[in-house]
C-alpha cells in the first residue's frame, strides 16, 4: 500500500514544477494532491486506493 502512494506524489511533483512556468493552476493541484495522498494514506486505511481514485481524479 505504501507504493500506492508514492507514485502519485512522484506524478505530481511535476504538475507543482509546471507551477513556475505555466501559471498557479499547475501548482495547487501539486500540491494539493500531495497534500491529500499521506492524508488519506494515515486516515482512511483499507480504502485508501478508493480515495487515491477521487483525488487523482482531478489531474
Known amino acids: ?23 498557479d493552476t499547475f501548482a495547487a493541484i501539486g500540491l494539493g494532491i500531495s497534500a ?5 494514506f494515515f486516515a ?6 478508493l480515495w487515491m481514485a477521487f483525488v487523482t481524479a482531478a489531474a
Open 36 to 40: 491529500l495522498t499521506p492524508i488519506g
Open 1 to 23: 500500500m505504501d507504493s500506492g502512494g508514492r507514485w502519485p506524489v512522484y506524478f505530481v511533483l511535476f504538475y507543482a514544477l509546471a507551477g513556475f512556468w505555466f501559471g
Open 44 to 49: 482512511i486505511g483499507e480504502a485508501f486506493p
